[in-house]
């Protein structure tokens, strides 16, 4: 079969960063050649080091290596100071609310409320270097503001999404032992207030001994509980803050944030990133990937609370100088043009979003991006999940009008920014795969034993060197990290880090990612362990056992689908649901809960207990069965579920 590729626009490859497959192949060699020469060149231009590094790599105490050692620098005087001679007066931030009220954000303003809210974390809850601070926000300017006070202290963010439930976030709280949360009232959300503040207070009723303060921004004005000596207004106590904050000098390998993020048991793991290395590639791939320039206006319609929305709508816009849209509502309200309306009203030239989102405003505003002028974009982006080829083509038709490419990023929380990836003006683009490896990342689909995949086959998607993004440890859990990331696959005898995911090379080399080989989900973009699912479940007293797996979903990527065996018959598959996922929606947040449920006399296991979700999740998908079943405890299970699950209307 003929596959059909779509070459970069030569309009837009003739100025593009990286302008070829030659000018790739060159940057890549010299990485393979000289890989520390190759890194230490970018850090020393992009950079504004306080003062030198002395190692470049620090491999002695693998897999804790370590970055550019002993350097000092600041995350919030990349981001912003250095701007302020050339930038002072360009828009750092657009922010559009849901209700379309617009504000403009300067460089220079960016600084002074950065700076402020600096000296208040400082000054007034004597916030240090080093300190957790935990932020549960809507997507508000106050929130950037929030991270890049963290990063001009020292301080360390924590940043909660908030879909998460009042457990969850206490849970994430507790781990980070943080001193402080950072919250708003509440936000809107189609036309409608929704709030935070309460699951704040719920969350540190039932708990969160170490927070001291929780200091409250107000957004949507709406009635709040409010415990003297622990609540604080921001907006009554910002302004007596002096719009200066010397930056404190952090060390390259400082932590920068810790994200929590899904694995494959039933508790989140604290993804700790670092100073240097991280921030250097939020701003090398916001240049080479999204190829931003000055006068770009870049929008990321992630959350703050993910990763994407860390690295692509604050920390890569703004180190990288550029202009970073934030959006406090949904794209398809008050209808599904909404996206491309704010794409024509802010003349945004780089796009980025979830397949997802591609296909709901594919399915549900098929002509809608005609009403508007879209003729500003230049690149367009997907992330989070595999892009299926005729929601890239809507994309790259309707929205790109076959002059935009396409870049589709694979990366993850672990990694700090994009790690496969198409470039805007280089790569010639197979529709929904995520091409080759970025220069620096040496990257390889391989056997566990470090043989490389044949063509064509799925593999194991490995990083075979450590790059300066990548997460440094799992926060309290030393021993979780190497287990997670550095136990399954091995090049060389040596323990190299596996992402989790699968892939597929084909014969010339493009890489395609194929999903997660672990218990993981991904449901509109949301990373959700199955394990966590099944222990909100434990807490449901008539469920005996559950097994959770993903079931293939036309919008949201996948679904959750849960096999529940009970502990006496007679409740229906409806009334387990409802329980289920109130308990869900208490335990993690209503981002989990379960789209179908199915009631089983039991699930299939091997000799020794162990749950074999892959026959579960061939059977949810409808797909026939052909792994072998004799091993189990007892093979006639199978066949009775496929016919329960089948049976159902
Ligand atoms: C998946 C999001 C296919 C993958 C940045 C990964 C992708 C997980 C892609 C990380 C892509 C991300 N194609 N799959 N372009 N991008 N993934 O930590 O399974 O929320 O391991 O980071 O999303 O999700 P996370």
Redesign the pocket.
């Known amino acids: 079969m003929s596959e059909q590729i779509f070459y970069p626009n030569p309009e837009f490859a003739k100025d593009a960063r990286i302008p070829s497959m030659e000018a790739y192949w060159e940057l890549q060699n010299r990485a393979i050649e000289d890989y520390e020469g190759f890194w230490k060149g970018f850090a020393d231009d992009k950079i504004d080091w306080l003062e030198p590094y002395d190692t470049i790599l620090d491999e002695s105490n693998a897999p804790f290596y370590k970055w550019f050692s002993n350097g000092k620098l600041n995350v919030s005087n990349q981001c912003i100071d250095r701007h302020l001679a050339d930038k002072a007066d360009q828009n750092a931030i657009i922010f559009e609310g849901d209700n379309g009220d617009v504000k403009h954000i300067t460089y220079s303003q960016l600084s002074e409320h950065v700076n402020k809210m600096a000296n208040l974390l400082k000054n007034k809850f004597g916030v240090k270097k080093g300190d957790r601070v935990v932020l549960y926000m809507p997507m508000i300017p106050e929130a950037t503001y929030a991270m890049l006070a963290c990063s001009r202290i020292g301080a360390i963010h924590s940043i909660v999404f908030g879909g998460f439930s009042a457990d969850a976030l206490r849970d994430r709280i507790e781990d980070a032992e943080a001193k402080i949360v950072i919250t708003a009232d509440g936000a809107f959300r189609k036309g409608k207030p929704y709030m935070l503040k309460n699951v704040v207070d719920d969350a540190l009723e039932s708990g969160c001994e170490s927070i001291e303060a929780v200091l409250v921004v107000k957004r949507n004005h709406e009635e709040i509980k409010w415990v003297e000596g622990r609540d604080y207004s921001y907006n009554e106590l910002i302004d007596a803050e002096s719009t200066e904050c010397p930056f404190e000098p952090m060390d390259s390998e400082d932590p920068l944030f810790l994200l929590y ?1 899904s694995g494959s048991t039933g508790k989140p793991k604290g993804v700790q990133h670092s100073t240097a290395g991280y921030i250097l590639w939020a701003q090398m791939t916001m240049e080479w990937v999204f190829d931003l320039r000055k006068d770009d206006v870049f929008w990321c319609t992630a959350d703050i609370g ?3 929305g860390h690295t692509y709508i604050v920390y890569g816009p703004l180190s990288a100088g550029g202009t970073t849209v934030m959006f406090e509502g949904v794209p398809t309200y008050p209808d599904a043009g909404r996206a491309w309306k704010m794409v024509q009203e802010h003349n945004i030239t780089q796009f980025y979003t979830a397949p997802t989102l591609i296909r709901l405003l594919h399915k549900v505003g098929e002509d809608e991006p005609e009403k508007y002028d879209l003729s500003t974009l230049r690149v367009l982006g ?5 892009i299926d080829p005729p929601a890239w083509k809507w994309y790259y038709e309707a929205i790109g009008k076959s002059r935009c490419s396409i870049v ?6 672990e990694t700090g920014g994009h790690v496969i990836s198409p470039l805007p003006g280089a790569t010639p683009i197979k529709p929904a795969c ?1 091409t080759f490896a970025l220069p620096g990342i040496i990257a390889e689909v391989m056997e566990e034993d470090g043989t490389p995949t044949p063509v064509g086959e799925k593999g194991f998607m490995c990083i075979t060197r450590p790059w300066p993004s990548m997460i440094r440890t799992i926060w309290n859990d030393p021993e979780r990290f190497k287990k997670s990331y550095f136990g399954d696959c091995k090049k060389d005898g040596e323990p190299v880090y596996f ?3 699968g892939a597929m090379v084909d014969k010339d080399g493009y890489i395609t ?1 194929t ?2 080989t672990d218990d993981v989900l ?1 449901v509109s973009g949301h ?1 959700i362990g199955t394990a966590e699912i099944e222990s909100a479940i434990k807490h449901v007293s008539s469920v005996a056992v559950s097994a959770v797996v993903g079931k293939p979903h036309e919008i949201k990527g996948e679904e959750v689908f849960a096999y529940i065996v009970l502990k006496e018959e007679g409740l229906s598959a409806d009334e387990v649901k409802a329980e289920i996922n109130s308990v869900i929606k208490k335990e993690i947040g209503a981002i989990a809960l379960c789209d179908e449920v199915v009631i089983v006399p039991d699930v299939p296991k091997t000799r020794s207990g162990k749950i074999m979700r892959r026959i579960l999740r061939s059977i949810a998908k409808g797909e026939e069965i052909t792994q072998d079943t004799s091993t189990l405890e007892d093979p006639s299970i199978v066949p009775t579920i496929e016919k329960i699950v089948n049976s159902r209307g």
């Open positions: 993020t993910w990763i994407t997907t992330v989070g999940e595999p589709d990023t694979y990366w993850q929380t995520a992402t989790g995911d990612i999903g997660r991904n990373r």
